[in-house]
């Protein structure tokens, strides 16, 4: 069983407020702030959105051949996926590789096990582990592209991106996933090529959204705790894109100028190593190194972390990854 911490903008605010009242006391009796958070909000199911909003998801299923190997997640991961039914998800880490269980590619055999209406944006062999799904049942495809990115090392990163209409709405928006250079946060180096990286991404939807609302997915690989600063973010909310959450600082400010009107277990990190007992911080909002941005004017209804925990936020079953998936119900403007 699941049990939900959800949020909405005026409690996170409100927690902001009075946070410096609490710390104190909560520190001195043991508890952590984010039981006061727990208490104060309830724990109850998250409400579905409306039809009318696009489900945007993004999601690093983790390398098909590493300590957890993809025989024994597959399914869950899958399941994990259909129970959040996206709309657009964006994949980092479903790989070329082939699974010996039946030699499809990782990233052919995760999309099969999802199934219709789930389809890739791109050919899905051009970008490596990076890859764009959606349904094609809500969504067509108006045009789509890969992108190469700047390259430290021997590994290539890719910015996968798409035009995609709602069959609903009849709007278009732009949407591209990424999966930035994995290493130390605390390394000049490695943020050095995150940043150049993130500019990329910022240049690729200046030119292709053609003025259109854009949306940006992915494995980012730095998070607030990143020195001297994270860098990515700059460039993102530095070029106007929003982060729903407000995830700025790791102070009880957090979440303060949050646009999301519903935020639901934000107080994971969003990376959890396997780790049995889910990671978080003391804050109402986690460390997080997976971002969903808009473009000013996208309305984000929920925000989401994936997570199928108990009450005392031990991982229930299957981990399905080392990474959490994030979802965003959104209304295009």
């Known amino acids: 069983m699941n049990n939900s911490v959800v949020l909405t903008r005026r409690r996170v605010a409100a927690l902001a407020t009075v946070a410096t009242v609490v710390l104190g006391s909560a520190l001195a009796t043991g508890q952590t702030a984010q039981a006061d958070v727990a208490a104060s909000s309830g724990r109850t199911a998250a409400v579905a959105a409306p039809s009318s909003a696009v489900t945007v998801a993004s999601y690093n299923v983790r390398k098909i051949y590493s300590t957890a190997d993809w025989g024994n997640r597959r399914v869950a991961v899958a399941d994990n996926i259909k129970s959040a039914a996206p709309d657009v998800i964006g994949l980092s880490e479903a790989t070329p590789k082939t699974w010996a269980g039946n030699g499809r590619r990782q990233w ?8 219709k209406p789930y389809a890739l944006a791109t050919k899905g062999s051009d970008s490596s582990g990076t890859q764009l799904a959606y349904n094609s049942s809500r969504l067509s495809v108006a045009s789509s592209g890969v992108k190469v990115l700047y390259k430290k090392g021997s590994a290539r990163r890719y910015a996968v991106w798409a035009v995609f209409k ?11 996933t990424t999966h930035l250079e994995p290493g130390s946060q605390t390394n000049s180096g490695y943020n050095t090529v995150r940043i150049k990286q993130a500019r990329q991404v910022r240049d690729l939807a200046k030119v292709r959204s053609g003025g259109r609302p854009v949306v940006i997915l992915g494995d980012m690989n730095s998070s607030r705790a990143a020195k001297p600063y994270n860098g990515q973010y700059k460039v993102f ?34 990376a959890n190593h396997f780790s049995r007992q889910a990671p978080r911080t003391k804050l109402p909002i986690g ?3 997976d971002y969903l941005y808009v473009s ?18 031990t991982f229930v079953g299957t981990i399905p990854s080392d990474h959490n998936m994030i979802e965003m119900q959104v209304h295009l403007s």
């Open 296 to 313: 000013p004017g996208i309305r984000v209804e929920t925000w989401r972390q994936v997570v199928s925990v108990d009450a005392d936020g």
């Open 287 to 289: 460390t997080h190194i």
């Open 237 to 270: 909310t530095g070029a106007g894109y929003v982060d729903p959450l407000d995830n700025a600082k790791a102070t009880w400010d957090v979440g303060r100028n949050a646009i999301a009107e519903n935020i639901v277990d934000a107080q994971y990190n969003t």
């Open 166 to 176: 709602d069959r609903l709405s009849g709007k278009a928006f732009f949407a591209v």
């Open 108 to 115: 052919a055999d995760l999309l099969a096990l999802m199934g």
